[in-house]
C-alpha cells in the first residue's frame, strides 16, 4: 500500500503545484486490486484539491488501526454540512450549496464505496465546515500481510 500511495503522490506532485501535498504510510502490503483502489485514492485527492483553497495541504496516510489497514485523505477545505455526509456515497448525489464552478456527475464516490464494498472494507468520511474534511477507507486485516 504504501508504495502505491508513493507513485499518486509523485504523480499528484508533478501535475499540481497548487497544494501541497504530504504522504504519511506505514509499510503494509494488502490483497487488493492495485487499480481499484489507486481509483479510490485518486477521486479523494481529486475532491481534495477541488474543494480547498490554493496552496493548503492535503495529507495522504496509510496506517493499520482495529485490524484493518485505514487510508485516509484530509483537505483543508470548505467542509461538508452534516445532513449532506449522510448522503455523498449514494449514486448521483451532489451537494447543492456548493459552488457550481466545481464539476462532476455525483458518481466518483459513489464509484469509491462500490469498490471498497466489493473488497470487504469500509469507506466513510469526517468534516468540520470551514475547516475541512478527511476521507477515509479501510480494508480488513484478513486481506492484509503485514511485513
Avoid at 506532485?13 to 497544494?19: A, C, E, G, K
Avoid at 496552496?55 to 484493518?68: H, L, P, Q, Y
Avoid at 462500490?114 to 477507507?137: A, D, N, P, Q
Wanted: charged share 20%.
Amino acid at each position: 500500500m504504501s508504495l502505491l500511495l508513493q507513485e499518486i503522490d509523485e504523480e499528484f506532485n508533478v501535475v499540481l503545484n497548487s497544494h501541497h501535498i504530504i504522504t504519511k504510510t506505514e509499510e503494509i502490503f494488502i490483497n487488493a486490486d492495485r487499480e481499484k483502489i489507486g481509483q479510490v485514492i485518486n477521486n479523494f485527492i481529486s475532491n481534495a484539491v477541488k474543494y480547498s483553497p490554493i496552496g493548503s495541504t492535503i495529507e495522504i496516510s496509510c496506517t493499520i488501526s482495529n485490524g484493518a489497514a485505514v487510508v485516509a485523505v484530509r483537505d483543508e477545505g470548505i467542509g461538508i454540512m452534516p445532513d449532506d455526509q449522510h448522503h455523498l456515497f449514494e449514486r448521483y448525489y451532489r451537494v447543492m450549496n456548493q459552488p457550481q464552478t466545481v464539476s462532476g456527475f455525483g458518481i466518483g464516490l459513489y464509484l469509491c464505496a462500490e469498490i471498497i464494498k466489493r473488497h470487504h472494507g469500509r469507506i466513510w468520511l469526517e468534516s468540520e465546515m470551514g475547516k475541512g474534511s478527511t476521507f477515509y477507507f479501510s480494508l480488513p486485516i484478513n486481506q492484509i500481510k503485514n511485513t
